[in-house]
Nanobody, 115 residues
């Protein structure tokens, strides 16, 4: 099974930017949908963004216009560029391979946005 490792999280001031990376242990070329989710303390996991193998993207309403998802199949990596960060973006961000049954999840990376 493919394993996912997220990186790039950290502490940033409101209005700043971060780029998250999700490195897969095997080729993602044939994987149709990869996505980012996030979970804030005391809240349910929330959809952030997804990208299909053909490049089509989809975003959650709260991040539209601020976040950009991309994938580099040659590097087996998915990225999440986060701009204009807000304190409410604070959460653990998870990368996922979206499947019909159970998704494959990474371990998560913490993003903290200070006001």
């Amino acid at each position: 099974q493919v394993q996912l490792v997220e990186s790039g999280g950290g502490l940033v001031q409101a209005g700043g930017s971060l780029r998250l990376s999700c490195a897969a242990s095997a080729s993602i070329f044939s994987i149709n949908v990869m996505a980012w989710y996030r979970q804030a303390p005391g809240k349910q996991r929330e959809f952030v963004a997804s990208i299909r193998s053909g490049g089509m993207t989809n975003y959650g309403d709260s991040v539209k216009g601020r976040f950009t998802i991309s994938r580099d199949n040659a590097k087996n990596t998915v990225y999440l560029q986060m701009n204009s960060l807000k304190p409410e973006d604070t959460a653990v961000y998870y990368c996922a391979i979206v499947l019909l049954t159970n998704n494959v999840w990474g371990q998560g990376t913490q993003v903290t946005v200070s006001s």
